[in-house]
């Protein structure tokens, strides 16, 4: 969370110096993600689903795919939009109401990642040019918080988008037309996949958990695709990363996001 | 919510419902007692197709401070929709009818609660809605009471809560989501079956007065099978599973 109590201070100096002697507060390595359990189409009444728990951390996503109005400069492309909220039951601190800059900043992020990886084709996603298009909607819940949002909320939307069903419209009467029962799925051409690294003193880690969050002076969230290109890039927190550091980190993040995709997709056929 | 059919049979002479129910027999409910690692209470429950996730917190320090009362605690309650629980996507602002269901659930789970011996704090009750098929409220308020208890918030009792209603000219228990929208009422019912007080009582719909007596009555009865799956929830929390 944004605030950082006393015992995260003394967690901190504990974090610090276990890091010093080459171990993390949980015993993974530096470059180890935490369990990732995944439970595809968890909301069967959504058009795609899946619920993510990355070590502690919780993440339900629902995709709802509906016809919609293009953009007035994008009529032949059809609509992809990821958000992301953190529930007042994840943790104790958040409150209701308008979005903090942090959360909003996560439902960026993660949309940004999916969308610049051009995971979803949306040009396939058109009813009628310039009049109607198809909306794909793919919103994260957080329900239980331990640091990472980003990856959690990443995998928990690209499984449910990777399981989505489409329904078919055509265009009639100048309007969209629901064709009963023909379900396809979305037109994916490649699987992105985040890996947020964290900088606790002057060492990098893998997915951070809610204590190693809370110590880092800096992070960075990259997100790769199938190919194993970078695809969006997010630096975050107060202090910098050397050069030498954010090449390592994009090399680090091809490595591990190659590990967690086949995670991704061994989801994805679960359900099929 | 859609999904309406207008050739469907809501009861057929054998007296089965659209759903394969009959008339007195409630959705498949499932309870599990806490779940969710951060708060002080929690509970999920699956009723029929309703999936619904509570959160408690509390007592604790009220933000704004101007809220608190130094007679007593008080019990806040926010009812929430996902955008993917219905048909078409819900914005994810509050709506005017989620900010009624969470007062009359407040207001439903307040005598239930021993908020008077935390004077100066707030129990936050967080519901959030994962997938919503009518009955929402009821569903709600049942996981809402598991969860206070979870807490380990001192309670009179628990509130069990589920919908009667009529349909096709005949007083059921538990309205599923079509019966909502086609059916001819819908009484959504919370009582606590050791204090026997109804705190919660809502209709839509037109009923005799003899009907009214009839639908009261079938609901506190299925308020009391709700109450064996909470109070069996809690169990297998804190006692284990029978045959563990």
Same mark, same amino acid.
């Given at each position: 969370m944004a605030s950082k109590t006393v015992l995260d201070e003394l967690k901190r100096t504990q974090i610090l110096e276990l890091l010093e002697q080459g171990k993390r507060i949980d015993g993974r390595a530096f470059d180890e993600v935490r369990e990732l359990v995944i439970e595809a189409n968890?909301?069967?009444?959504?058009n795609g689903s899946a619920r993510v728990r990355l070590g502690d951390t919780e993440v339900i996503c629902g995709v709802k795919i509906q016809p919609d109005r293009p953009f007035p400069d994008t009529g032949d492309r059809g609509l992809f939009i990821c958000t992301a909220e953190l529930l007042p039951l994840s943790h104790p601190t958040v409150e209701t109401g308008p979005p903090q800059p942090h959360v909003i900043e996560l439902a960026r992020v993660v949309d940004r990642g999916i969308r610049e990886s051009h995971?979803? !084709?949306?040009?396939?996603?058109?009813?009628?040019?310039?009049k109607s298009v198809i909306g794909v909607f793919a919103d994260n819940v957080v329900? !239980?918080?331990?640091?990472?949002l980003f990856d959690a909320c990443s995998y928990a939307a690209t499984v449910a988008l990777l399981t989505s069903k489409t329904p078919t419209w055509n265009w009639v009467d100048e309007k969209p037309a629901l064709v009963e029962g023909d379900l396809t799925p979305l037109p994916v051409s490649t699987i992105p996949v985040s890996v947020t690294m964290a900088k606790i003193g002057n060492h990098i880690v893998v997915d951070p958990n809610g204590d190693e969050w809370a110590s880092m002076s800096a992070r960075v969230t990259i997100t790769t695709d199938s190919d194993g290109n970078i695809c969006a890039l997010q630096k975050g927190g107060s202090d910098g990363f050397t050069l030498d550091e954010m090449v390592q980190c994009g090399e680090t993040s091809i490595r591990v996001g190659k590990q967690i995709r086949e995670k991704l997709k061994a989801a994805q056929e679960g359900v099929q | 919510m859609g999904g309406r059919d207008a050739t469907m049979v809501l009861l057929d002479e054998n007296g089965i419902r659209c759903d394969g129910r009959k008339i007195d027999e409630p959705r498949r409910i499932m309870i599990r007692a806490g779940g969710l690692k951060n708060a002080d209470g929690s509970a999920y429950i699956e009723f029929g197709d309703n999936k619904i996730l509570v959160g408690v917190f509390g007592p604790r320090d009220v933000h704004p401070k101007h809220m608190s009362n130094t007679d007593t605690g008080i019990l806040r309650v926010r009812y929430h929709m996902e955008?993917?629980?219905?048909?078409e996507r819900k914005n994810p602002a509050p709506s005017r009818r989620e900010i009624e269901i969470s007062k009359v659930i407040k207001e439903a789970l307040e005598p239930a609660?021993?908020?008077?011996?935390?004077?100066r704090t707030a129990v936050d009750v967080f519901i959030e809605v994962l997938q919503a098929d009518g009955g929402t409220r009821c569903a709600a308020l049942s996981a809402a009471s598991v969860a206070l208890a979870d807490a380990g918030i001192p309670m009179r009792d628990m509130v069990a809560a589920i919908a009667s209603g009529k349909v096709a000219d005949t007083i059921i228990l538990d309205v599923n989501n079509e019966e909502d929208q086609a059916g001819q009422a819908d009484m959504p019912v919370g009582y606590m079956p050791n204090l026997k007080k109804i705190t919660l009582l809502q209709l839509d719909g037109v009923l005799t007065s003899e009907e009214y007596k009839k639908c009261v009555t079938v609901g506190v009865e299925g308020c009391k099978l709700v109450y064996e799956i909470q109070k069996q929830a809690l169990n297998d929390k804190y006692f284990g599973k029978k045959g563990d």
């Open positions: 968890a909301i069967p009444k959504a995971m979803i !084709d949306v040009s396939e996603l058109v009813i009628k040019k310039d329900v !239980d918080y331990d640091g990472n | 955008p993917f629980s219905v048909g609660v021993m908020l008077e011996k935390f004077p």
